[in-house]
């Protein structure tokens, strides 16, 4: 349902009621809220997001919280859904009176749920979604951890004239504004270089729905295929691509939920490349890696290390940044500023600047693919890793 402006502004307008006391938290905790996925065919990336969030939160708990406070996660279920999730952020904040919301999960629940809390002044911190509209300087109330739908597109479509010399390179994408983001960030990349996509190829969100768009693309025969989806629909297309024997290159955006797609795609996974958004989970050579790392085990022992729950790690490590630098008397304003005014955020090697009209902390964009073994390389170039 595409939600009209006049409608929109009705919720945002009772959003903002009776939160009169709450831009500061009371008592010894801080509450957070997060509406995200946990069911549905992206439910992985909620869970994820949310676990490592937790983690951060359960460590910084365990050193006596931050100025005496405990930090505390209240998670809601949108099934990355707009409607739902305008419903869980005014629950949120109206109801549960959470300090801040974090780690929400998509595009189109973003759209919907970002103005609910910018009319309440409650801050929006790292949604896990690159999308240019919640980078845009008007959005006073939103902190992004990382690089742009932009600027992944840009290093794929880089990637794959550079290193592979590929010129007919097609996009596959969900049709929402998640996809359409994604969508126009490729176009936009192929248009730099003087090209146009060798094909399109739509699927509805929360589907596996995807033979249509392949025929489309298979009939066009591109050499590349950039994909902008979640975990199920895009395995799913890659899986009836190789099974049809039509095996171009195969190339997704970090938003897909890496760990999730490598277990759906099985064997059928090797050679397929992801951008990524965080560092890789092993790198040890990070402080902030080695503290996930660390955090992860202590927090839930049987989980694995993956793209996902690092960067809800990184929200959380970013919220507990801000507070800290609040100092003892916290309110909405202060954390907002305190992220907004630092010239430097270093995580632990992973470094985040914002500015005045800059809500986006980190730039960098990572490459890896999927090995025969099942897991995750980074690399360098996709020349060499291709598939044998």
């Known amino acids: 349902m595409r939600i009209g402006g006049a409608f929109l502004a009705g919720l945002v307008a ?34 994820n997001m949310r676990l490592g969030i937790q983690a951060a939160f359960a460590e910084a708990n365990r050193q006596g ?33 959470v300090f801040a919301l974090i780690g929400a999960v998509g595009t189109p629940t973003s759209r919907s749920a970002a103005p609910v809390a910018a009319a309440a002044g409650v801050p929006y911190i790292a949604p896990f979604t690159g999308a240019a509209f919640l980078r845009e300087p008007t959005w006073r109330t939103v902190i992004n951890l990382r690089a742009s739908y932009d600027q992944e597109t840009e ?7 550079t290193d592979l010399g590929i010129e007919r390179i097609a996009v596959m994408y969900q049709d929402d504004s998640f996809g359409r983001a994604g969508y126009r960030g490729a176009l936009q990349a192929l248009q730099r270089r003087g090209m146009a996509p060798a094909a399109i190829g739509v699927y509805p969100r929360n589907t596996t729905a995807i033979k249509t768009a392949l025929l489309d693309l298979w009939t066009a025969d591109p050499g590349a ?21 039509w095996d171009p290159v195969f190339i997704t955006i970090s938003f897909v939920g890496s760990n999730a797609l490598a277990k759906e795609l099985g064997h059928a996974g090797t050679g397929v490349f992801v951008t990524q958004v965080v560092p890789f989970p092993s790198d040890d050579s990070l402080p902030v890696v080695v503290a996930y790392r660390r955090a992860l085990a202590g927090y839930d022992a049987e989980a694995a290390p993956g793209f996902v729950s690092l960067e809800g790690y990184l929200a959380g490590r970013l919220a507990i940044s801000a507070l800290e630098r609040c100092g003892p008397e916290v309110d909405r304003d202060r954390f ?53």
Request: overall charge negative; glycine content about 12%.
């Open 155 to 161: 290093a794929m479509v880089a990637r794959l004239t």
């Open 336 to 388: 907002l500023e305190s992220l907004r005014h630092a010239d430097l955020i270093d995580l632990g090697g992973f470094a985040l600047r914002y500015g005045k009209d800059d809500q986006q902390g980190s730039d960098a964009v990572f490459l890896t693919a999927i090995g025969s073994d099942g897991a995750y390389h980074p690399i360098h170039s996709l020349r060499d890793a291709m598939r044998p």
């Open 14 to 47: 009772v959003a903002g009621v009776g939160l009169e006391g709450t831009t500061a938290p009371s008592g010894e905790r801080i509450l957070f809220g997060q509406s995200a996925a946990f069911s549905g065919p992206a439910q992985e990336l909620g869970k």
């Open 225 to 245: 295929v950039i994909l902008v989806g979640a975990y199920k629909p895009v395995a799913t297309f890659i899986s009836w691509a190789r099974h049809t024997g």
């Open 65 to 97: 919280g931050i100025h005496g406070r405990q930090l505390e996660l209240l998670s809601m279920d949108d099934a990355y859904e707009p409607e739902a999730a305008i419903i869980n952020t005014r629950q949120l904040i109206e109801q549960n009176g």
